[in-house]
């Protein structure tokens, strides 16, 4: 999969204006929001299936509205969701150096759609899972920063 998709940090006082767009979004990180499927797969992988659909649900929500936006609390749970996730890979699916087994990328291929654990990949397949991985600490980062800055997150 290639990374796709938009995450932008806007201004709370955004009006929701056309007009007003260029003064509102304060920052724009590209391609990161496909980061959030991986997440949903990656946890699925790890067999968390309760998080998984979580984080599917809020997605779910916030893709309902006119403007998707994601409120405060909303990034802070899609945050709390995503905390953890390395350490529930880390035994189960990888190792401590964030590699698959090569004897697993079968079986790991049949259960996921976002990873390029592509065979014309040849031994690079076994790091698809930390590819996948750093994005998605990509994406907490960004949560994190919009948190602390006081900025809501909109998706593309």
């Given at each position: ?8 940090l ?8 056309d007009?007003?767009?260029d ?14 499927d ?23 929500d916030?893709?309902e ?6 409120t405060?609390?909303e ?21 401590d ?12 291929r ?34 994190r ?12």
């Amino acid at each position: 999969m290639k990374p796709w998709g938009t995450i932008y940090l806007m201004r709370p006082d955004w009006d929701g204006s056309d007009e007003d767009i260029d003064r509102a979004v304060v920052e724009a990180y590209e391609p990161v929001k496909s980061f959030l499927d991986v997440a949903i797969e990656l946890w699925r992988l790890a067999d968390d299936d309760k998080r998984a659909s979580a984080i599917e649900s809020l997605l779910e929500d916030v893709y309902e509205r006119e403007q998707v936006i994601m409120t405060t609390a909303e990034t802070n749970e899609l945050l709390q969701l995503l905390e953890g996730l390395e350490a529930q890979l880390v035994g189960k699916v990888i190792d401590d150096k964030w590699m698959v087994q090569s004897n697993r990328l079968s079986e790991l291929r049949a259960r996921t759609e976002t990873l390029n654990l592509d065979e014309s990949r040849g031994h690079l397949a076994v790091h698809a899972v930390g590819e996948g991985l750093c994005g998605v600490l990509w994406l907490q980062k960004i949560l994190r920063e919009a948190l602390e800055r006081g900025l809501l997150v909109s998706l593309d």
